[in-house]
C-alpha cells in the first residue's frame, strides 16, 4: 500500500494499460511488465538522470496513452461482438450483407497503409468512431461561450376588451372596427386573419387617414378558438363563410363588402366567394395560401410549391395531413409556451431579404408580439390544429367552382365554335373582381400557388411583385397600402356624407344613398314631369 501512495498519475495509468508495445527511440528498454518502464516508454523519462519531464512530453505521453487505450477499447468490443456474432454468417441477414459489406471493404482499401497490423478496415471503424467521440467532446468543452444567454421574454396577454355579437347557434364572435363609421362609409372590407394571428393584424400598419381618404372601413374578427372568439369544434370553410355574412349583418353592412385574404387567411376569403357571393363586391388577395394536395393541381405545380418550403414546414404539412394530433406537442413548445419568439422558427418559414429586413424592424416585432399574444390568448391549441388540418383537407369546393363556364344546350356548331371563341364563353359564380398581389421573392406561400389560382379563376387579375416577399408589400407600407386601394376603389371621394334631415315628416325614414344615385332619381323626375 506504502509503494502504491508514492506512484505517479501516469505510473497508475500505465498500470491499467499494462504493456502496448509502444516505445519512443530515445525510451532504454524497460522491462515488459514494469509500470516504470512504460512509464518512461511513454514520456521519454531517462531511467539515470530521472529528470522531471516537461509540459510538452507529458501532452505528447497523454495523448497517446488515450490513443492506445482507445484501441483496446475499440478491439475489445469488436471481439465481443464477433463473439456474439458466432454463427450468424449463415443467417438470411448475413447472406443478404455479406455483398455490400464486401463492396464497403474494397472502398476502403485505401486506409491499409495506416491501419495496425491486421489490417482490417472495417474492424478498424471502432477505434475511428471512440476517437472522433473524444475529440468532438473536447473540442465541446472547450469551445463552451460564457458569454450570457439571454432568456426569451414571456408574453403579455392583456385583458379582454373586445367587441363581441352572438351568432346564431350562440357563439360570441370578437371584432374590431377601423376607419369610417357605419352610416359613412363607402366601401367596407371584412378581413379574416392568417395562421397564428387575430383581428389586431388586418392590414398590418393600415393608417387612418388612407381609410378617411377612400372613405373606406376595415373589419377584422378572431377566427373560432382564436382571440376572444368562442372554439366552434365542427367548423370548416362553409360555416366559416356563414360567420362572415352574420357579421356583416350585425354591423350593419346592407351593401355589398369586399373581403380580405392574406396567406392562411386566403382559403376563408375564398369560400366568401363560393358560399356567399350575392354579399361580396370584390376580393383583395395577397399570396392567398392554396391547398397543397388539391387534386386538380398538376404534379409540376405541387413540386414548386413544395420546393419553397423548409423541411420543418413540410413536415408540420404532412403530419396535419396524416397526424393532425402530434401537432400539440410542437405548438405547446413553440408558440403555446408563453415566451416569445420569431415568425420564421415558429412558423417554420423561409425569408427573403426583404421580409428579413422587416421582421427585424422594432415596428414590426412590436406589432408580432401582440397579434400573437391575442391569438394564443386561449392558449387551446385545438383551434390551430383545426385550422393547420382545413388547409391540407378537403376545402369542400375546389377553386374552379367560383367561376364555371355557363353550360347551355347548343348543337354541333356552336360547341365547336366556342372552343375557338374564348371571349364569347359565359361564366357563372362569383364574376366580381378579383386580385391577387403575388411577391416574386415568396418563399412562405410561393409564386406557383397564385399561378394555379389564376388557372382556376379565370377572371382574378394577378399582380406580380419583384424582389417582394410575403410580409413586405402587405405589411407597414404606407405606398403600398395606396396603390392597392387606388387599384380596388379607383381615385379617393372620401366619406359619404350622412343623408340631409328633412324637416317634413316623412312615411319611412329616407335610406343613404351615393351622389350618383341622386343624380339618376332628379333625371327620372325631370323625365316625368315633363310626360305630365
Given at each position: 500500500?506504502?509503494?502504491?501512495?508514492?506512484?505517479?498519475?501516469?505510473?497508475?495509468?500505465?498500470?491499467?494499460?499494462?504493456?502496448?508495445?509502444?516505445?519512443?527511440?530515445?525510451?532504454?528498454?524497460?522491462?515488459?511488465?514494469?509500470?516504470?518502464?512504460?512509464?518512461?516508454?511513454?514520456?521519454?523519462?531517462?531511467?539515470?538522470?530521472?529528470?522531471?519531464?516537461?509540459?510538452?512530453?507529458?501532452?505528447?505521453?497523454?495523448?497517446?496513452?488515450?490513443?492506445?487505450?482507445?484501441?483496446?477499447?475499440?478491439?475489445?468490443?469488436?471481439?465481443?461482438?464477433?463473439?456474439?456474432?458466432?454463427?450468424?454468417?449463415?443467417?438470411?441477414?448475413?447472406?443478404?450483407?455479406?455483398?455490400?459489406?464486401?463492396?464497403?471493404?474494397?472502398?476502403?482499401?485505401?486506409?491499409?497503409?495506416?491501419?495496425?497490423?491486421?489490417?482490417?478496415?472495417?474492424?478498424?471503424?471502432?477505434?475511428?468512431?471512440?476517437?472522433?467521440?473524444?475529440?468532438?467532446?473536447?473540442?465541446?468543452?472547450?469551445?463552451?461561450?460564457?458569454?450570457?444567454?439571454?432568456?426569451?421574454?414571456?408574453?403579455?396577454?392583456?385583458?379582454?376588451?373586445?367587441?363581441?355579437?352572438?351568432?346564431?347557434?350562440?357563439?360570441?364572435?370578437?371584432?374590431?372596427?377601423?376607419?369610417?363609421?357605419?352610416?359613412?362609409?363607402?366601401?367596407?372590407?371584412?378581413?379574416?386573419?392568417?395562421?397564428?394571428?387575430?383581428?389586431?393584424?388586418?392590414?398590418?400598419?393600415?393608417?387612418?387617414?388612407?381609410?378617411?381618404?377612400?372613405?373606406?372601413?376595415?373589419?377584422?374578427?378572431?377566427?373560432?378558438?382564436?382571440?376572444?372568439?368562442?372554439?366552434?369544434?365542427?367548423?370548416?370553410?362553409?360555416?366559416?363563410?356563414?360567420?362572415?355574412?352574420?357579421?356583416?349583418?350585425?354591423?350593419?353592412?346592407?351593401?355589398?363588402?369586399?373581403?380580405?385574404?392574406?396567406?392562411?387567411?386566403?382559403?376563408?376569403?375564398?369560400?366568401?366567394?363560393?358560399?356567399?357571393?350575392?354579399?361580396?363586391?370584390?376580393?383583395?388577395?395577397?399570396?392567398?395560401?392554396?391547398?397543397?394536395?388539391?387534386?386538380?393541381?398538376?404534379?409540376?405545380?405541387?413540386?414548386?410549391?413544395?420546393?419553397?418550403?423548409?423541411?420543418?414546414?413540410?413536415?408540420?404539412?404532412?403530419?396535419?395531413?396524416?397526424?393532425?394530433?402530434?401537432?400539440?406537442?410542437?405548438?405547446?413548445?413553440?408558440?403555446?409556451?408563453?415566451?416569445?419568439?420569431?415568425?420564421?422558427?415558429?412558423?417554420?418559414?423561409?425569408?427573403?431579404?426583404?421580409?428579413?429586413?422587416?421582421?427585424?424592424?422594432?415596428?414590426?416585432?412590436?406589432?408580432?408580439?401582440?397579434?400573437?399574444?391575442?391569438?394564443?390568448?386561449?392558449?387551446?391549441?385545438?383551434?390551430?390544429?383545426?385550422?393547420?388540418?382545413?388547409?391540407?383537407?378537403?376545402?369542400?369546393?375546389?377553386?374552379?367552382?367560383?367561376?364555371?363556364?355557363?353550360?347551355?344546350?347548343?348543337?354541333?356548331?356552336?360547341?365547336?365554335?366556342?372552343?375557338?371563341?374564348?371571349?364569347?364563353?359565359?361564366?357563372?359564380?362569383?364574376?366580381?373582381?378579383?386580385?391577387?398581389?403575388?411577391?416574386?421573392?415568396?418563399?412562405?406561400?410561393?409564386?406557383?400557388?397564385?399561378?394555379?389560382?389564376?388557372r382556376m379563376v379565370p377572371g382574378a387579375t394577378v399582380h406580380k411583385l419583384l424582389d417582394e416577399g410575403h410580409f413586405?408589400?402587405?405589411?407597414?407600407?404606407?405606398?403600398?397600402?395606396?396603390?392597392?386601394?387606388?387599384?380596388?376603389?379607383?381615385?379617393?371621394?372620401?366619406?359619404?356624407?350622412?343623408?340631409?334631415?328633412?324637416?317634413?315628416?316623412?312615411?319611412?325614414?329616407?335610406?343613404?344613398?351615393?351622389?350618383?344615385?341622386?343624380?339618376?332619381?332628379?333625371?327620372?323626375?325631370?323625365?316625368?314631369?315633363?310626360?305630365?
Amino acid at each position: 500500500m506504502a509503494a502504491a501512495t508514492t506512484m505517479t498519475w501516469h505510473e497508475e495509468l500505465a498500470t491499467l494499460v499494462g504493456d502496448t508495445g509502444a516505445r519512443l527511440p530515445a525510451a532504454a528498454a524497460p522491462a515488459p511488465n514494469s509500470a516504470a518502464a512504460v512509464g518512461a516508454g511513454w514520456y521519454g523519462e531517462e531511467e539515470e538522470g530521472k529528470m522531471e519531464e516537461g509540459w510538452a512530453q507529458q501532452a505528447r505521453g497523454f495523448a497517446e496513452s488515450t490513443a492506445e487505450m482507445l484501441r483496446e477499447l475499440g478491439l475489445g468490443v469488436w471481439d465481443v461482438a464477433a463473439q456474439s456474432l458466432a454463427g450468424a454468417e449463415d443467417s438470411e441477414l448475413a447472406r443478404r450483407l455479406r455483398r455490400p459489406a464486401a463492396a464497403a471493404g474494397k472502398r476502403l482499401s485505401f486506409m491499409n497503409e495506416y491501419l495496425p497490423e491486421d489490417r482490417d478496415p472495417v474492424r478498424c471503424w471502432a477505434v475511428v468512431a471512440a476517437v472522433a467521440f473524444v475529440a468532438l467532446l473536447v473540442l465541446g468543452v472547450g469551445s463552451s461561450d460564457d458569454t450570457p444567454v439571454e432568456q426569451p421574454k414571456k408574453l403579455y396577454i392583456s385583458p379582454p376588451n373586445a367587441k363581441r355579437f352572438q351568432l346564431p347557434d350562440g357563439r360570441h364572435l370578437a371584432y374590431e372596427e377601423k376607419g369610417i363609421s357605419a352610416d359613412r362609409a363607402r366601401f367596407s372590407l371584412v378581413a379574416p386573419h392568417s395562421f397564428l394571428s387575430s383581428r389586431l393584424a388586418g392590414i398590418p400598419g393600415i393608417s387612418s387617414s388612407l381609410l378617411e381618404e377612400f372613405g373606406a372601413r376595415l373589419v377584422t374578427y378572431d377566427l373560432p378558438g382564436f382571440g376572444e372568439s368562442d372554439p366552434h369544434p365542427g367548423r370548416n370553410l362553409n360555416s366559416s363563410a356563414l360567420d362572415m355574412l352574420h357579421l356583416a349583418d350585425a354591423l350593419g353592412i346592407v351593401d355589398k363588402f369586399w373581403v380580405v385574404g392574406y396567406s392562411g387567411g386566403g382559403m376563408h376569403a375564398w369560400s366568401a366567394l363560393r358560399y356567399i357571393p350575392d354579399r361580396v363586391a370584390g376580393a383583395a388577395m395577397f399570396a392567398p395560401m392554396a391547398n397543397p394536395y388539391d387534386s386538380k393541381m398538376t404534379k409540376d405545380e405541387k413540386r414548386k410549391i413544395w420546393d419553397r418550403w423548409s423541411t420543418k414546414r413540410k413536415l408540420m404539412h404532412i403530419l396535419a395531413r396524416r397526424f393532425p394530433s402530434l401537432l400539440r406537442l410542437f405548438y405547446h413548445r413553440s408558440f403555446l409556451s408563453g415566451k416569445q419568439g420569431q415568425p420564421e422558427s415558429w412558423l417554420s418559414l423561409s425569408m427573403g431579404k426583404k421580409d428579413k429586413t422587416l421582421l427585424e424592424a422594432p415596428t414590426f416585432n412590436a406589432f408580432w408580439e401582440k397579434d400573437v399574444a391575442e391569438s394564443v390568448r386561449q392558449g387551446d391549441a385545438q383551434p390551430f390544429v383545426e385550422e393547420a388540418v382545413l388547409q391540407v383537407s378537403d376545402w369542400g369546393f375546389s377553386l374552379s367552382d367560383i367561376q364555371m363556364q355557363k353550360k347551355e344546350d347548343q348543337g354541333v356548331f356552336e360547341f365547336i365554335k366556342s372552343l375557338f371563341s374564348q371571349a364569347e364563353r359565359e361564366w357563372v359564380g362569383f364574376l366580381g373582381p378579383i386580385h391577387i398581389w403575388q411577391g416574386m421573392d415568396d418563399r412562405v406561400v410561393p409564386p406557383s400557388a397564385t399561378e394555379f389560382a389564376r388557372r382556376m379563376v379565370p377572371g382574378a387579375t394577378v399582380h406580380k411583385l419583384l424582389d417582394e416577399g410575403h410580409f413586405s408589400y402587405f405589411c407597414f407600407c404606407d405606398e403600398c397600402h395606396r396603390q392597392i386601394f387606388s387599384t380596388l376603389f379607383g381615385t379617393p371621394q372620401g366619406p359619404l356624407n350622412p343623408a340631409p334631415e328633412s324637416s317634413e315628416a316623412a312615411p319611412e325614414p329616407a335610406e343613404e344613398t351615393s351622389p350618383a344615385y341622386d343624380e339618376e332619381v332628379a333625371e327620372q323626375e325631370q323625365e316625368t314631369s315633363g310626360l305630365a
